[in-house]
């Protein structure tokens, strides 16, 4: 029956005029929510991790009973799990991390304990062991409020930004997102800060649930928490030890003075140019936290500033409440809807891509960033929010130069020349030893660092990932001289065949998940020359259409970045449907089955406003702690897929 299917919606494939309809409407769409400055910028969601942090920073600053608190507590409570408990993202299980954050906000909002989603919320947290398996993030948060103790929290000394280039660790041995919250925190760390709260929003039920320890009783050594066990973690422990017992040496306050002032002028400096440190919401927290530590007032211009940052990623719903974003996306969601855009046949000199290039061209970085250390070349590259000097990104860089490459800026073809020449250079900078390219650093790949006892948030490091490299080789297809044959591309060519899997995907770093990456690095691969009838082309085009959904779509459940049985598997979405359809069309499968039945899904999933549905998120932050809600995914990826279905099926209607 399954077959049969297959062939009726085969045969009712929709022609050119009908894919040409929805293209256009979808364009429609698109070009109605541009800023007139040229820019796009949908919402980005997260889990209720975000609002819990900024009821946790009303309460630092000593505002427990301020509206904003009760605003942000109806979306905690909107989101609990029905059995109790908060998850990572929709549909997931409670995930003990968000749930206890999720609850010491709730106490703090002035929800007692008893009240019975209170009772059910503890119960999810006793199932799943209790705060002592949250982790180091969750537990210095408590310890803020006096609910954890500091010397049982695993250390962050500020004199680690003493370490020489040449010491085996350097602050810049960790991936920039975690150099940026962990300097800060590095201040809170050395402050012991703790700021009390009224009695009834303690949380110290979080360590009597299930027979857990008390904080006062609790070990020292390595409890359950994320990547607890190992011989190399079992050091690392070792020497948070020996770090504890140093600060009350002799002589110990004088250097820790000096470490102060040297991550405080760190910290201060990277504020400059930047909506924020880093721009992203625990840097952020942390950052505004730290100032407060080192004697700053609310009323203090600098701090003032960074407050400032903050409130700008609130969003106001209908019903009154405040969601937090956990950062802004507008150089994101516009090289993506510019790219979408050119793709599907709108003119490079048209007004609405003439005032994306010329909008792009604003935020090229000038200055040199923490990517400098490894990178001698000069700026060029792009950021991913409003404002983020010093945090450029390879794929932000990547996708605004394919964007200056398909339009025409308001600004003399030499100006855009030059910065199209200087964001490639960055990029070519940015390539790692191994062939691949991560994203804000080079050769930022110490593995043994994952041990350490505060990297449980699994995004300690920024190694060469699949889907950023397959997306430079597309945008190096679009220089004349990178083809198979230029070193460039044949170490990269070289790290995606090393790195794919035996199945035939590629594991997708920054997106849900292995149709994430496989569809990019088939894409990357096709646009710089290789031969997609070779064994990996043809294996990864096997898997794409081995988990096709028997509606046409293809769905991958976050889950199978815990799980990998779960690759490729999911309700069918739009975007995860167009990725595999892009796959395939790259894989020279434009004319199969698999790909008529999956363009018949998006075409049929159009509704009357032009845009698509999709309930699931398919976005990552760092893979099994933290995802993302692109809202705008829905739209640009079907767009895109259905563009290239058409050059690809009907050269000459496109």
Known sequence: MKDQSAVLLTLAAPGPARVAEVIGRANDWLVARQDPAGFWCAELEGDTTLESYMILLEAFFGRPHSQRVQDLARVIRDEMLPGGGWSQYPGGPPEISVSCLSYFALKIAGDDRDAPHMRRALGAIAQQGGIENANTYSKYHLAFFGQYPWKKVPAIPPEMMFFPRAAPFTVYDMSAWSRTIFVPLSILYASKVVR???????????????????????????????????????VFFGVDRLLKVCEHLPGAGLLRRAALERASAWMIERLQDSDGLSAILPAMSNSVMALSCLGYQEDHPLLREQLGHLDGLLLRGEDGSLRMQPCLSPVWDTVLAGYTLAQAGVARDSPVLRRTASWLLSKQ?????????????????????????????????????????????????????????????????????????????????????????????????????????????????????????????????????QDQLPDGSWYGRWGVNYLYGTWQV???????????????????????????????????????????????????????????????????EVNSPAV???????????????????????????????????????????????????????????
């Open 196 to 234: 009390p709260l009224p009695a009834t929003a303690g949380v110290a039920e979080l360590f009597t649930i299930g027979g857990g320890p008390r904080p006062q009783d609790a070990s020292d050594t390595p409890g359950g928490g994320a990547g607890s066990g190992g011989s190399l973690r079992k």
């Open 365 to 497: 970085c000038r200055r040199p960033g923490d990517w400098a250390h490894r990178n001698p070349a000069p700026p060029g590259g792009w950021y991913f929010e409003h404002r983020n000097e010093f945090y450029p990104d390879v794929d932000d860089t990547c996708m605004a130069l394919l964007v200056l490459r398909h339009s025409r800026a308001e600004e003399p073809e030499a100006v855009q020349q030059a910065a199209m020449d200087r964001g490639l250079t960055w990029m070519l900078g940015m390539q790692n030893q191994d062939g691949g390219w991560a994203s804000f650093d080079r050769d930022n790949d110490k593995q043994w660092l994952t041990q350490v006892p505060f990297a449980d948030h699994n995004a300690m490091i920024d190694p060469s990932t699949a889907d950023i490299t397959g997306r430079v080789l597309e945008c190096l297809s679009t220089f004349p001289a990178f083809h198979l044959d230029h070193p460039v591309v044949q170490r990269a060519v070289a790290f995606l065949r």
């Open 522 to 588: 088939l894409r990357g691969l096709r646009c710089v020359g290789e031969d997609m009838q070779t064994p990996h082309a043809r294996r990864a085009a096997h898997w794409l259409t081995d988990h096709q959904n028997a509606d046409g779509g293809w769905g991958e459940d976050i889950a199978s970045y815990d799980d990998p049985s779960r690759r490729g598997v999911g309700t069918s979405t739009p975007s995860q449907t167009a990725w595999a359809l892009m796959g395939l069309i790259a894989a020279d």
């Open 596 to 654: 008529r039945r999956g363009i018949r899904y998006l075409v049929d999933g159009q509704d009357a406003q032009g845009t698509w549905r999709q309930d699931s998120w398919t976005g990552t932050g760092f893979p099994r702690v933290f995802y993302l809600n692109y809202h705008n995914y829905r739209h640009y990826f079907p767009l895109m897929a259905l563009a290239q279905y058409r050059a690809a099926r009907w050269p000459k209607a496109a």
